[in-house]
């Protein structure tokens, strides 16, 4: 899998959670050229604008240029971009499920009330804080009933309510 230079960029802008809009601004050049940029149109950016994309995003050039050859270096480096890309097909069938879709929804609408109800930004960071956190327990949880389940040989079995 080659990841070319533009989606570095977007993974990285997406990462410092800056407005495509806003780094144009910044870079002084239009939006629409940074897009060009980011979905591989435009191949050959002036480089001075290619020295202030990686000064704003702190993206490293031999990365970027794809000179780096240690593969497990290039990995440290994007990790977002590529959790992005791994995950993108195994999300997008998880999520083909209408049921598990209205119910991934259902859980993103809760946590977004969540932040109006707390009100203080503070809080709300630490509620999120400790979802990740359960969120990380549950998950344990379940895996280790699926081995129990597993060697005792119970058929698993689905709720589908919603």
């Not at 809009?21 to 591989?40: D, H, T």
């Not at 993206?59 to 971009?81: A, F, Q, R, W």
Request: with cysteine; glycine share 4%.
């Amino acid at each position: 899998m080659k990841i070319k230079a533009g989606e570095i960029i977007k993974a990285k802008r997406e990462e410092k959670n800056i407005s495509l809009v806003s780094l144009a601004k910044e870079l002084n050049i239009s939006p629409g050229y940074l897009s060009q940029l980011e979905n591989g149109v435009k191949t050959n950016p002036n480089l001075e604008i290619l020295i202030s994309i990686i000064q704003k995003l702190d993206i490293d050039l031999e990365m970027l240029l794809g000179i780096e050859s240690s593969e497990e270096n290039y990995l440290v480096k994007i990790p977002s971009l590529l959790k992005l890309v791994l995950a993108k097909e195994r999300n997008s069938r998880v999520l083909s499920d209408p049921v598990i879709l209205r119910k991934y929804c259902k859980l993103a609408e809760k946590i977004f009330e969540t932040k109006y109800l707390i009100e203080d930004s503070q809080l709300y960071s630490m509620f999120f804080d400790d979802l990740l956190n359960q969120t990380e327990t549950l998950v344990k949880r379940y895996l280790g009933l699926r081995v129990l389940m597993e060697d005792r040989e119970v058929p698993v079995k689905t709720h589908n309510s919603t």
